[in-house]
T-cell receptor, first 112, second 115 residues
Framework: DAKTTQPPSMDCAEGRAANLPCNHSTISGNEYVYWYRQIHSQGPQYIIHGLKNNETNEMASLIITEDRKSSTLILPHATLRDTAVYYCIAFNSGGSNYKLTFGKGTLLTVNP | GAGVSQSPSNKVTEKGKDVELRCDPISGHTALYWYRQSLGQGLEFLIYFQGNSAPDKSGLPSDRFSAERTGGSVSTLTIQRTQQEDSAVYLC?????????????FGSGTRLTVV
């Protein structure tokens, strides 16, 4: 799976949009971009994933650039409970691939 | 059940003792994964099950670690002769092989402390 690069930490004010960047310049055509988050003392939680098109669900939006070399996870109205480590993962879901490899992620701190 | 259940949630054991950690995946999820997370560290893959078979055990740190899965459901991770470096949170996840193959559901983990 392609390597992803994320800033180690970010801050966001409560109620504002949090935009978390991820670079995946070596991503291949059949690799999806997955986002997870891990709130302190909990297991990671799946947020969203996408291949080419922008995606939105009840938790977040995922914007993928046209060349697919980077993406941005958007939390439209961040709350204090969104403080967590956010992981961006390039994952080839085809064939026998199965293993998600987690990097160090971005620690997002939402401030009151 | 509604989610992935792990037990115990906390385990303190003496160095040299054996421990068993249990994972109950989401019903119908064929894939099951064990990870561990040491204090302040990232998630380290341990083993993957597809049904009752473990095609990839490459992440198990030593032969003191073993895991099994029965009935395509419950999995047990066993650590023999525990060492202090085994102290970590052990996380289990399950997934279906359907549309969101990479959409794992994680349990809350078992915090293992070896004293």
């Amino acid at each position: 799976d392609a390597k992803t690069t994320q800033p180690p930490s970010m801050d966001c004010a409560e109620g504002r949009a949090a935009n978390l960047p991820c670079n995946h310049s070596t991503i291949s055509g059949n690799e999806y971009v997955y986002w997870y988050r891990q709130i302190h003392s909990q297991g990671p939680q799946y947020i969203i994933h996408g291949l080419k098109n922008n995606e939105t669900n009840e938790m977040a939006s995922l914007i993928i650039t046209e060349d697919r070399k980077s993406s941005t996870l958007i939390l439209p109205h961040a709350t204090l409970r969104d403080t967590a480590v956010y992981y961006c993962i390039a994952f080839n879901s085809g064939g026998s691939n199965y293993k998600l490899t987690f990097g160090k992620g971005t620690l997002l701190t939402v401030n009151p | 059940g509604a989610g992935v259940s792990q037990s115990p949630s906390n385990k303190v054991t003496e160095k040299g003792k054996d421990v068993e950690l249990r994972c109950d995946p989401i019903s119908g999820h064929t894939a099951l994964y064990w990870y561990r997370q040491s204090l302040g560290q990232g998630l380290e893959f341990l083993i993957y099950f597809q049904g009752n078979s473990a095609p990839d055990k490459s992440g198990l740190p030593s032969d003191r670690f073993s895991a099994e899965r029965t009935g395509g459901s419950v999995s047990t991770l066993t650590i023999q002769r525990t060492q202090q470096e085994d102290s970590a949170v052990y996380l289990c996840a399950s997934s279906s092989q359907g549309a969101i193959k990479g959409g794992y559901t994680f349990g809350s983990g078992t915090r293992l402390t070896v004293v």
